[in-house]
């Protein structure tokens, strides 16, 4: 329960395409300040849903990391790599209602459509299962989906600019946005804190999660981290692993990142001290509809 018995409940879900970088750090941060600001419980969940693209040993770097950094996590890790059945279980009940189609367009098809797909199999398959390999898409009616984020305050999307997306892959793999509603679903998160460039995931998830019935958590989306060369920080452009030596000077430039401006003091302080402080001082005022944050370097 957190504040004022109201029932909060946060996570940090990071994919293990590789170590923990500075960018993810902040992420977690952020998730990790708002929970423990409202008195709420901080989980952490593996998002392993994609062999191909983890490294071994990624997902221990990540909770050792976050471990080193001071960010204790409440219950045990729930990792999606063993959430399958729960999947599969979601996709029934999806296809039971016919919000499912089965999808054969090969990414060549696809191409140049920005990953906004437009129904080319919405019809074609009708009952039957195709044989050759195939992807599942939920069926999207057309609507607008309205939400307020609380960093990024009132947006709204028209599901057809989005497209019907994918909830299984060709490959047999789930796909990020089934695996996401089911767990957070699963968990009782009440309340998401994660990076602005996951804002247009915001309404396929909010769409899906009423498809399936589930409730809705409330949402806020943090800027991302941006070098001076206008890049955002990530795996793709080989952001480095956060040091795990040291983290405090590291900690404090996270910091910086989420608005906050501690005095150079706090940089001598215990990493337990270092993390209350930031809890003590968290707001999102420094944030507000704030899409990026540059730093000029992250060493
Ligand atoms: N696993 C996703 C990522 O690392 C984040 C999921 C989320 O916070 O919803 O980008
Ligand atoms: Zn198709």
Same mark, same amino acid.
């Given at each position: ?125 009708? @009952?039957?299962?195709?044989?050759? $390999?195939?992807? !599942?898409? &939920?069926?999207? /009616?057309?609507?607008?989906? *309205? ?49 602005? @460039?996951?804002?247009?995931?915001? $309404?396929?998830? !909010?769409? &899906?999660?009423? /498809?399936?019935?589930?409730? *809705? ?83």
């Amino acid at each position: 329960m957190g504040k004022n018995n109201q029932p909060y409940i946060g996570r940090f879900a990071p994919s293990p395409s590789g170590p923990l970088h500075f960018g993810s750090l902040v992420a977690a941060l952020a998730s990790y300040f708002d929970a423990r600001a409202y008195d709420g419980e901080w989980l952490v969940r593996m998002e392993d849903i994609d062999p191909p693209r983890e490294p071994p040993g990624a997902a221990d770097l990540i909770l050792q990391a976050l471990d080193l950094y001071g960010l204790h996590w409440d219950r045990d890790v729930l990792f999606q790599s063993g959430r399958q059945e729960a999947y599969n279980d979601a996709l029934a009940a999806l296809r039971h209602e016919q919000k499912l189609y089965p999808c054969t367009c090969t990414r060549k098809k696809l191409a140049g459509l920005n990953g906004v797909y437009p129904g080319y199999c919405r019809n074609v398959w009708q @009952d039957a299962i195709p044989t050759q $390999p195939h992807g !599942l898409r &939920l069926l999207c /009616q057309d609507m607008t989906i *309205h939400f307020a984020d609380r960093i990024q305050g009132a947006q709204s999307y028209k599901l057809t600019d989005l497209g019907d997306f994918l909830l299984k892959r060709k490959d047999g793999l789930y796909a990020y946005q089934l695996a996401v509603c089911v767990d957070d679903c699963f968990q009782g998160v009440t309340h998401i804190v994660r990076g602005v @460039d996951l804002l247009d995931s915001t $309404p396929r998830q !909010l769409y &899906l999660q009423s /498809q399936l019935a589930m409730e *809705h958590p409330v949402y806020a989306h943090i800027p991302v981290v941006t070098l001076s060369d206008g890049n955002k920080l990530s795996k793709q452009n080989h952001a480095p692993a956060i040091p795990l030596d040291n983290p405090r000077p590291t900690l404090i430039r996270a910091f910086r990142a989420l608005g906050l401006d501690p005095a150079p003091e706090l940089q001598a302080c215990s990493i337990s001290e270092i993390l209350a402080w930031g809890v003590r001082h968290w707001s999102l005022d420094n944030l507000m509809g704030r899409k990026e944050r540059l730093l000029t370097s992250i060493d």
